[in-house]
């Protein structure tokens, strides 16, 4: 007797049907997405505060930072900054040394459901190099910050780690936890707004 398969899809919120092996463009919802990453944990949770710093929230300062450094990219990209770690809200968000020992299956899955939430939103389903390598600027700098202020971290470690940011990057950020519900909102506006602008 044949095997049944095992089961490679999830139920979203919105009543979509996420084929995680095999995800297409037409079953991804951004109202899906911000509601997974409002409630996905960085840092395995480990930071100070009453609520968990989101990938959601993490996602809005990348895409602030990549607006500060980037000033001229067009709309388009800076929605690919904020989408960065979309696929988080299924897969949900691993330390880097997690992903390391995962190894190759979780980039694949990782990459798959990129190129979906990418061409669902309009943008081509693989970046250009310069884009991606801006917005992992723009990501470890948000990492510089996240240590420094909510992770623990003192600023000579987080130096070490992802480098020593410009001051006139980081200027008057400031790390601040709230409600899923608002990091939610937020993020689906600040979608909406780009894809107006696109």
């Given at each position: 007797m044949p095997k049944t398969p095992p089961r490679a899809w999830q139920r979203m919120?919105?009543?979509r049907r996420l084929d995680l092996l095999d995800p297409t463009p037409v079953d991804i919802e951004i109202a899906d997405i911000a509601h997974g990453l409002a409630f996905v944990a960085r840092w395995n949770g480990q930071t100070i505060g009453d609520f968990a710093?989101?990938?959601?929230?993490?996602?809005?300062?990348?895409?602030?930072?990549?607006?500060?450094?980037?000033?001229q990219a067009p709309a388009k990209w800076r929605l690919a900054a904020l989408l960065h770690d979309a696929p988080e809200y299924v897969i949900g968000d691993m330390i880097s040394p997690v992903k390391a020992?995962?190894?190759?299956?979780?980039?694949?899955?990782?990459?798959?459901?990129?190129?979906?939430?990418?061409?669902?939103?309009?943008?081509?389903?693989?970046?250009?190099?310069?884009?991606?390598?801006?917005?992992?600027?723009?990501?470890?700098?948000?990492a510089?910050?996240?240590?420094?202020?909510?992770?623990?971290f003192s600023k000579d470690e987080a130096d070490k780690f992802f480098g020593?940011?410009?001051?006139?990057?980081?200027?008057?950020?400031?790390?601040?936890?709230?409600?899923?519900?608002?990091?939610?909102?937020?993020?689906?506006?600040?979608?909406?707004?780009?894809?107006?602008?696109?």
């Open positions: 919120l919105s009543g710093y989101s990938v959601a929230e993490h996602s809005l300062l990348v895409e602030a930072l990549f607006g500060r450094m980037y000033s020992a995962v190894g190759a299956g979780y980039s694949a899955l990782d990459d798959r459901l990129t190129a979906a939430i990418h061409l669902r939103f309009g943008l081509p389903a693989q970046i250009p190099k310069t884009i991606k390598q801006q917005i992992k600027r723009a990501d470890k700098i948000s510089w910050l996240e240590a420094t202020q909510i992770a623990g020593k940011p410009a001051d006139e990057t980081i200027e008057g950020l400031e790390i601040s936890l709230r409600p899923p519900s608002d990091v939610r909102r937020d993020y689906t506006s600040r979608c909406n707004t780009l894809m107006e602008m696109i």
